[in-house]
């Protein structure tokens, strides 16, 4: 069966009950909409899917509450449970985050079970204990699935895992050019500080350097309630919509997303709605965004900021990039990842060994560089002695409030 299409008469014996270990749902997270559009999948083909919610946020809520927690991301046909305890055997476990690796390891009997990796957890922490906890959800003997091929290829090499990939895809049936948009000459930045692998800083200061000598530019930034509080003009949108999101590509001249860890999904959807974009170069970026659909750069802001000026003022560049991203998006619907998820799932259940693909870069350009000055930060108005810059001192509370508060919650609960 190895290397070969699964019939139907096949799958329809491997029907099996699938417990997924989920944390209790983060309200417009993209990994959990990733998590219930993939049970949802399976649960079409015709397993039966148990979500099992941990980290309670109101102590004995009731399965409605949980449901309810669940289905704003969509229908979940799956039952829902408070807690990760799995009752009896089943057919696969499915961990989907470091500590619930630990548990479904140690605590879940199943015929197999599996590791549903979404980023590379450990840099979600300083360098110690949660660091290596996170480290360690790797060696647990799941077999690791994860979205994006940089990510198994990590995890083989640094930790031996018999890794396999799914693809990165974009919901055509969400981003798309839209031909009676107006364009403007503007550029769209994802602003998540409570997300520090999202680079809000570097991001900030890529983008002052292009107002700094792109005046004319407007810049958007998006992604979080909290307004970056930039001493540059820009006009901050808050949490979108995934359709507002396909609006706002498809305005906009150039889009930023950066990410020091795994890709994250929003440069695969600006490359569907037709929107350039601009990342860090990297062993996390390179395997992963393909040659001349998107302009990957070192990583400072000097040379972010003259990836994007390269753009705005390069119309053949802008087109080639345009061309290109339509057309790697074509060959990546959707439909793609469900099935290649849903595909490796039968096979693991079929007692089938995972064959390791070989995984070789994407992208095989130079890192763009520039050498572009950060310009100077104006002062306060009416402030005539030396202060620390707004911005900064904003961004540095932040990190430390929620530095703070991930090593209380962890105190306190277990988990971050």
């Keep these: 069966m190895a290397g070969q299409t699964i019939t139907d008469e096949e799958r329809e014996g491997m029907k099996r009950t699938i417990a997924w270990l989920v944390p209790y749902p983060i309200p417009g997270s993209g990994g959990h909409r990733t998590i219930f559009s993939h049970i949802r999948h399976l649960a079409e083909r015709g397993h039966q899917c148990h979500v099992h919610i941990g980290e309670d946020r109101q102590r004995n809520m009731g399965e409605q509450a949980l449901r309810e927690a669940v289905e704003q991301f969509g229908p979940c046909p799956a039952q829902i449970h408070r807690g990760y305890a799995v009752p009896g055997r089943v057919d696969l476990a499915v961990a989907t985050a470091w500590w619930t690796a630990e548990v479904a390891a140690r605590e879940v009997a199943a015929a197999h079970k599996i590791y549903f990796v979404q980023d590379f957890e450990p840099c979600f922490n300083p360098m110690g204990d949660l660091y290596i906890r996170a480290e360690n959800s790797y060696r647990q003997g799941l077999i690791p699935i994860t979205i994006g091929r940089w990510l198994a290829r990590l995890l083989r090499e640094r930790y031996g895992a018999r890794a396999d990939f799914f693809e990165f895809t974009a919901d055509a049936e969400t981003y798309f050019p839209i031909d009676a948009a107006v364009q403007e000459q503007a550029v769209c930045f994802v602003h998540q500080?409570?997300?520090?692998?999202?680079?809000?800083?570097?991001?900030?200061?890529?983008?002052?350097?292009?107002?700094?000598?792109?005046?004319?530019?407007?810049?958007?930034?998006?992604?979080?309630?909290?307004?970056?509080?930039?001493?540059?003009?820009?006009?901050?949108?808050?949490?979108?919509?995934?359709?507002?999101?396909?609006?706002?590509?498809?305005?906009?001249?150039?889009?930023?997303?950066?990410?020091?860890?795994?890709?994250?999904?929003?440069?695969?959807?600006?490359?569907?709605?037709?929107?350039?974009?601009?990342?860090?170069?990297?062993?996390?970026?390179?395997?992963?965004?393909?040659?001349?659909?998107?302009?990957?750069?070192?990583?400072?802001?000097?040379?972010?900021?003259?990836?994007?000026?390269?753009?705005?003022?390069?119309?053949?560049?802008?087109?080639?990039?345009?061309?290109?991203?339509?057309?790697?998006?074509?060959?990546?619907?959707?439909?793609?990842?469900?099935?290649?998820?849903?595909?490796?799932?039968?096979?693991?259940?079929?007692?089938?060994?995972?064959?390791?693909?070989?995984?070789?870069?994407?992208?095989?350009?130079?890192?763009?560089?520039?050498?572009?000055?950060?310009?100077?930060?104006?002062?306060?108005?009416?402030?005539?002695?030396?202060?620390?810059?707004?911005?900064?001192?904003?961004?540095?509370?932040?990190?430390?409030?929620?530095?703070?508060?991930?090593?209380?919650?962890v105190m306190w609960k277990g988990y971050y």
Excluded: W
């Excluded at 705005?312 to 990546?332: A, I, K, V, Y």
């Excluded at 619907?333 to 259940?349: G, M």
């Design 193 to 409: 500080p409570e997300k520090p692998r999202r680079c809000p800083v570097i991001g900030g200061d890529a983008l002052a350097i292009v107002k700094h000598h792109c005046p004319e530019v407007t810049i958007y930034t998006y992604g979080s309630p909290e307004a970056p509080g930039y001493s540059f003009d820009h006009v901050h949108l808050g949490i979108l919509s995934r359709e507002e999101c396909n609006l706002l590509y498809n305005r906009c001249t150039a889009g930023l997303c950066l990410s020091s860890s795994n890709p994250s999904r929003i440069p695969f959807e600006m490359m569907a709605a037709g929107l350039p974009a601009v990342d860090f170069h990297g062993d996390n970026t390179i395997h992963d965004l393909p040659d001349q659909a998107v302009l990957l750069a070192e990583r400072n802001p000097s040379s972010l900021a003259g990836a994007i000026i390269e753009i705005l003022r390069s119309p053949d560049l802008r087109e080639t990039m345009r061309r290109r991203g339509l057309e790697s998006m074509r060959n990546r619907p959707a439909a793609l990842e469900f099935e290649q998820f849903a595909d490796k799932v039968e096979r693991i259940l079929a007692g089938e060994q995972i064959k390791e693909k070989e995984i070789a870069p994407l992208y095989t350009a130079a890192p763009f560089s520039a050498d572009l000055p950060l310009p100077p930060v104006p002062p306060p108005a009416g402030e005539g002695e030396e202060q620390t810059p707004p911005r900064a001192m904003s961004l540095y509370r932040r990190l430390c409030r929620n530095r703070i508060g991930r090593v209380l919650k």
